[in-house]
């Protein structure tokens, strides 16, 4: 347990700090990428692959790590651009995302560098919609600035798995499904594909689901609905959000929430890709009501049920 303490203290340093760490690379460009260090595992030179036969065209093979099989994703075709011509200086990034690990195929591995949140800008809404962006950056080097892309993961996890928004019939109570309409939640995500896995999953409901592509956006509109008269912890069933996010991380929301008298005991749940045993220590640690790991539809609407059953309780009619 000791060992889990520490990684708790050691990971979440930099929570309140708005802070991140990002591995820069490249995918055998010229372009600069990166992906969360928190999500990192590991980093080895592309070892043998062993072919699998009829799978998605972005595996390139599965590699064994240390006795575990690990699919691996050409990162440059999963985001579209056309195959690298040569693979042999490529390296694999191995990643746990969504409870799930999987390794990337990428180019030349450059640097960790160490960032704050406000300086993570969401990509320009002039790229559209069909990009594999979640935020962008941008380092110095050699006294010019160059622009960093930070990679949307789950968008590329969830074009090779389909992910399913089917909610089971015994997870409903049936003596309360209707209050579910109507009501209304906040959700903080930059990546649009995990906005829509819930909004496709809690709609099934009659729940209201009001977006916010970052932890700052979420915070003026809670302060401005508060600015208003507007009572936001009756108004709002509950807020959920990534941990991490340009402008201001989940963690900081979450400080944030807490010390605004008018929006203190709103209920905070922390719905993320990271994965790891320190997960509920970091919950606590924040002040939090609860942790999800994505993308489970079941186990969050027995989340927003369980929360519609307290509010329900507290103010029978």
């Given at each position: 347990?000791s060992?889990v303490?520490?990684?708790v203290?050691?990971?979440?340093?930099?929570?309140?700090e708005?802070?991140l760490e990002?591995l820069?690379?490249?995918l055998?460009?010229?372009?600069?990428?990166a992906?969360?260090?928190?999500k990192?595992k590991e980093?080895?030179k592309?070892?043998?692959l062993n072919?699998?036969p009829h799978?998605?065209?972005?595996i390139?093979g599965v590699?064994?790590?240390?006795?575990?099989s690990i699919?691996?994703i050409?990162?440059?075709?999963?985001?579209?651009?056309p195959a690298?011509?040569?693979?042999?200086?490529?390296?694999?990034v191995?990643t746990?995302?969504?409870?799930?690990v999987?390794?990337f195929?990428i180019?030349?591995v450059?640097q960790?560098?160490?960032?704050?949140?406000?300086?993570?800008?969401?990509?320009?809404t002039?790229?559209?919609k069909n990009?594999?962006?979640?935020?962008?950056?941008?380092?110095q080097?050699d006294?010019?600035?160059?622009?960093?892309?930070i990679?949307?993961v789950?968008?590329?996890?969830?074009?090779?798995?389909?992910?399913?928004?089917?909610?089971s019939?015994?997870i409903?109570?049936?003596?309360i499904?209707?209050?579910?309409?109507?009501?209304?939640?906040l959700?903080?995500?930059?990546?649009?594909t995990?906005?829509?896995?819930?909004?496709?999953?809690?709609?099934q409901?009659g729940?209201?689901?009001i977006?916010?592509?970052?932890?700052?956006?979420a915070?003026?509109?809670?302060?401005?609905?508060a600015?208003k008269?507007?009572?936001?912890?009756k108004?709002l069933?509950?807020?959920?959000?990534?941990a991490?996010?340009?402008?201001?991380?989940?963690?900081r929301?979450?400080?944030?929430?807490?010390n605004?008298?008018?929006?203190?005991n709103l209920h905070?749940?922390?719905n993320?890709s990271l994965?790891?045993?320190?997960n509920?220590?970091?919950?606590e640690?924040v002040?939090c009501?609860?942790?999800?790991?994505?993308f489970q539809?079941?186990?969050?609407?027995e989340?927003?049920?369980?929360?519609l059953?307290?509010?329900?309780?507290?103010?029978?009619?």
């Open positions: 347990m060992g303490l520490a990684s203290d050691q990971r979440t340093q930099l929570v309140g708005n802070r990002l820069l690379f490249y055998h460009s010229r372009h600069l990428f992906l969360n260090v928190f990192v980093v080895v592309l070892p043998h072919i699998i799978a998605h065209p972005k390139s590699a064994n790590i240390r006795g575990e699919p691996v050409d990162l440059r075709q999963a985001i579209c651009m690298a011509k040569n693979i042999e200086d490529s390296n694999l191995i746990e995302y969504n409870r799930t999987q390794g195929l180019g030349k450059d960790i560098v160490n960032m704050t949140w406000s300086d993570i800008m969401p990509p320009p002039s790229v559209g990009h594999y962006l979640t935020a962008l950056t941008k380092i080097r006294g010019q600035e160059q622009l960093v892309e990679i949307d789950e968008k590329v996890l969830a074009e090779i798995v389909e992910y399913e928004v089917q909610i019939d015994e409903l109570d049936k003596s499904v209707n209050e579910f309409v109507g009501r209304k939640i959700h903080a995500d930059d990546s649009p995990a906005r829509k896995q819930v909004s496709d999953t809690l709609s409901l729940i209201e689901i977006p916010a592509s970052n932890g700052l956006e915070l003026n509109m809670l302060k401005g609905w600015d008269g507007m009572d936001v912890e108004e069933l509950m807020v959920i959000t990534d991490e996010m340009p402008a201001m991380d989940g963690y929301l979450t400080y944030e929430i807490r605004d008298n008018r929006l203190k905070v749940v922390l993320t994965s790891g045993s320190f509920q220590a970091m919950v640690k002040g009501n609860a942790f999800l790991s994505k539809p079941d186990l969050l609407v989340e927003v049920q369980s929360r059953k307290a509010v329900l309780t507290s103010n029978p009619s």
